[in-house]
């Protein structure tokens, strides 16, 4: 079975590294070096490297996450809900 990615630009890399996990690392470069919830994955290197090769789109990403189903972005395994997380993704626009 073909692996399902976001139908947009970026959009295998921003699945491997998954939207709520790519908002919570975002936001803690950019904006709060205390926010941790990105670390409650095993695969941290892995989708730190992603992250690192893909700054390019990180605006459009954040942009996309925005317009995202909140119940499909509720299902992730890092502790964020959709609101916390599209306030994030706004914060992180305007920085």
């Known amino acids: 079975m073909a692996r399902h990615c976001f139908n947009f630009d970026g959009g295998c890399d921003l699945t491997t590294m998954g939207a709520i996990w790519f908002v919570s690392y975002s936001f803690h470069v950019y904006i709060n070096k205390s926010h941790m919830n990105w670390k409650n ?9 992603v992250f690192n090769n893909t700054k390019n789109y990180h605006k459009f990403w954040l942009q996309k996450i925005l317009e995202m189903n909140d119940n499909r ?10 609101e916390k997380t599209k306030e994030m993704a706004k914060l992180l626009l305007g920085h």
């Open 73 to 82: 972005l509720n299902t992730n395994k890092i502790g964020l809900k959709a």
């Open 41 to 49: 994955v095993t695969t941290c290197d892995s989708r730190i490297s």
